[in-house]
């Protein structure tokens, strides 16, 4: 039995953190695994809204850093589910950076993640439809479908299958 259908802004979420001096790399400006993992916590927290069931992280498509973000800077992550499958939900996050003193803002990078969630037993479990209520949101879903078949696709051609 799937769950009832789900729109995107039911399970958006804003992950905000101000970014300090342990958040720095040797350039002095915020290292970039530390926003990989903000991005990961606030899709997988994203996919858990979603499902309504622990979620576990099995691919991140590509983020590329267009900006540097700097200590002092606000760090705001929007994440929102795009696409599901049986089990799995993929979620994009926008990160954007903020100066908190001049209101200055600009997005610093995106990526899209996907999701599996669990039962109680650790296994893969059936997730909600995502049900898109735009023409935006449908073009993404479709645009997220592509990706997906993508993954399998080179995913099957690594593994010899």
Known sequence: MNP?????????????????PEHANTHGNVHGGWIMKLADEAGGLCATRHARRPCVTVAMDSMTFKQPVRVG??????????????????VIVNVTAENPLTGDRVATNSA?????????RGRPTAV??????SDEERTRMEQARKRQEYRV?????????
């Not at 009832?4 to 300090?20: C, D, F, G, N, V």
């Open 4 to 20: 009832t259908p789900k729109s995107a802004r039911e399970s958006r979420l804003i992950l905000s953190q101000l970014m300090l």
């Open 73 to 90: 800077e606000l760090l705001e992550l929007t994440a929102e589910v795009t696409w599901t499958g049986r089990t799995s939900i993929e």
């Open 153 to 161: 696709r080179t995913r099957k051609a690594d593994s010899g299958d």
């Open 112 to 120: 899209f993640l996907v999701y599996v969630a669990l039962d109680e």
């Open 128 to 133: 909600p439809s995502y049900l898109p209520e």
